[in-house]
């Protein structure tokens, strides 16, 4: 919802693509810098205390914007300092929730797991546009940041309603002052494992070339598709109904072996829909394309966490998923690369050379790793 809302509040006050595109780009530059301290602190500290932790810190947040644009001078840059605390925010707390897949549910439920909660999320990325585009047409901004710092006050109250396992972490050190090496130690072992190799490779090209076409959406649906924010809203979120029946479908498998092609296929179709996303001339046209490239999403998202889970060692797991964040963190670089093609280029011609390169890269590393393509299965290697 808030990257609607942050992408048409920069775009109102600066027409500027490359502006609207750093709405990404300090969206997720945390990932990439917080990445493998998001995962050293998911083997280490009490995942619930990180998690309230962090919601105050996004109410917080959406309680100064609100104030920011109702009572004083609007400036462009606000959206920065918000989206880059947001992605502060879940940089340090995504591989802590992610872990939390497999010790709720043990290795048999994980990838069941993670569909029912790729649905929540995706069900907000669908809901969530609509929510946002509607507020802009009638309320404008300050109506969508009311509205998510109520969602953010809800959040907190059932965090504090979660019982969470008593689950003592495997990864013990005497020395406080050895997390580098610690890091250093789950870097090296998810580099040196094929699959999760092979999946960081896949996410680094996901978030690189797909992804980063978000803020494009209000561009090209203002600029090329001509409507406003309201039916903006309406196509930005037919991604995310794309990947809630996505989810919806994985999630009713009663057992899934081989992971790893949703993992690729789901990537594949997702790069697809975009591309056709950025050819089509007609909403309507626009709209489906979308909707095919969400249940794409839903198979790679809901794959890479589980993926990892089901391959790392109970005792760098937390790491190995900091190393996934690491390469979700890459996305920043896609967004000044689109950006910077959208102005000079234009957004159509941005959008369609991202997804093309990206069905290319995501084919070129499932036939050089066959591996993903087998039966997934855990690694008892004790080091």
Known sequence: ??????????????????????????????????????????????????????????????????????????????????????????????????????????????????ALDGVGMQSSKMLGPIVAGGLIAFFGIQGGYFVVSFLYFIGLILIYRIRFPNHQNLFISNDRYQILNNIKEGLVYALSNKVIFSTLLITIVMNMLYFPFQPMVPVIARDVLQVGPFLMGILFASEGFGAVLGSLLIASRSSIIFQGRYYILGSFFAASGLLFFGVSNSYILAYFALLIAGIGVSGFATMQSTIVLITARENVRGRALGVITLGIGTQPIGALIIGALASFQGPVFAVTLHSTLAIILVSLVAILFRKLWGRISVDNVQK
């Open 1 to 114: 919802m808030q990257i609607v809302l942050l992408a048409w509040f920069v775009l109102d006050l600066t027409d500027s693509p490359f502006l609207v595109a750093l709405v990404a780009f300090f969206g997720m530059a945390p990932s990439f810098l917080l990445g493998m301290i998001g995962g050293w602190l998911a083997d280490r500290v009490n995942k619930r205390k990180l998690m309230i932790f962090s919601g105050f810190l996004g109410l917080f947040i959406a309680l100064m914007m609100l104030v920011a644009i109702s009572f004083f001078a609007v400036h462009f840059w606000y959206g920065y300092i918000v989206i880059f605390a947001v992605g502060f925010a879940t940089a340090i707390t995504n591989p802590s929730r992610r872990s939390l897949y497999i010790e709720l549910l043990g290795p048999k439920g994980v990838t069941n797991g993670a």
